[in-house]
């Protein structure tokens, strides 16, 4: 089993960045692939990014393309977001989710998740 706490997040203008955090508990964090999501007022949680476990292939939501990478440090148990050029349709709450063996997309599909950070952009 793995506890997933995220940081990071926080109120930021238009066109700035962020890079939130995903903290993992136990000593098999390298064994888990792990994903971004997201979720806005109103809408469903839906997918931001993931990185297999040894952090050698990613997969991005086109609307995170270009703007977002993720990474992890298995060494430290952690894994990143980093967001550039934000824009207010980023506004959300962030949740890292885990999974033993290959990443995947569907919200569905992930075992554990973290208790999410909030993300707001203003205009």
Same mark, same amino acid.
Request: overall charge positive; aromatic content about 12%; proline content about 2%.
């Given at each position: ?7 990071? &997040?926080?109120?930021? /203008? *238009?066109? $700035?960045?962020? #890079?939130?955090?995903? %903290? +993992? ?9 792990? &994903?971004?999501?997201? /979720? *806005?007022? $109103?809408?469903? #949680?839906?997918?931001? %990014? +993931? ?23 298995? %060494? ?48």
């Amino acid at each position: 089993q793995v506890q997933l706490v995220e940081s990071g &997040g926080g109120l930021v /203008q *238009a066109g $700035g960045s962020l #890079r939130l955090s995903c %903290a +993992a508990s136990g000593r098999t964090f390298s064994t888990y692939a792990m &994903g971004w999501f997201r /979720q *806005a007022p $109103g809408k469903e #949680r839906e997918f931001v %990014a +993931a990185i297999s476990s040894s952090g050698g292939m990613t997969v991005y939501a086109d609307s995170a393309k270009g703007r977002f990478t993720i990474s992890r440090d298995n %060494a430290k148990n952690t894994m990143y977001l980093q967001m550039n050029s934000l824009k207010p349709e980023d506004t959300a709450v962030y949740y890292c989710a885990a999974r033993r063996l290959s990443y995947r997309t569907r919200a569905s599909e992930y075992e554990y998740w973290g208790q999410g950070t909030q993300v707001t952009v203003s205009s």
